[in-house]
């Protein structure tokens, strides 16, 4: 199905092109991507629930499985619900109400950052009326993602938090230090960064713990290597980072 993203849906979020299954660290959740992979490419109707912490990987794992699904010629979008919410805020809600009259039309749609509907009763009404017509769609496919799980949401329209219960939940799983030194050493490499286990353990070690402050810190050295010829050091780290 041939759908004018751009034209009709002008807050689509614009797909990263290094948002890709390729470039996501499976280790730990390799049934999960099997299922998203599915999900995007077969025809089957499936709704499923993805959480996991900040920077674990959620927003990446929705971009991945709608692109597949654009590879295989299905219609797909994502959308960001911080981004329609903050269009809502400069323009008003009265310009946007009918933003998800249309969306079932997709054959994929994923809509992240769902914790926010908490306190916004005019947004959670319209997803669920959304809900409402993909339920009664044949084979409709859906993927929402977030922080918190649809039990730990505290949402006033309770028939909308029925709703997102019928989706199937899958949670990204916490990795440990090992892990974290690995997951580190496979972004440096889809960067072009030589990334040793010394130099990965001491950003785990002397860094923030947290994956989204430890990914953030591997983009400020790839725009900084150039003049290290693309290879880590303790020492240049030390320097460069001030640590």
Known sequence: MAIEIN?????ALKLDSSATFANFWEHNDAQLISELKDLAMQ?????IYLTGGTGSGVSHLLQACSALANQHNY???VLSLAELMAAGESSGTE???GFFDSLDDFDLLCIDDIELLVGQPFWQEQLFYLLEKLRNKANSRLLIGGHQLASQLDIELKDLKSRLKWATGYQLK?????????????KAKALGLTMSDEVARFLVNRCSRNIADLLNVLNQLDKLALSSGRRLTVPWIKSVLDL
């Open 43 to 47: 025809d089957s109707g499936a709704w």
């Open 174 to 186: 916490t990795l440990d230090d090992s892990q974290k030194i690995l997951l580190l050493q496979f």
């Open 95 to 97: 310009g946007l109400a």
């Open 7 to 11: 034209q009709q849906f002008p807050l």
């Open 75 to 77: 219609s797909s979008m």
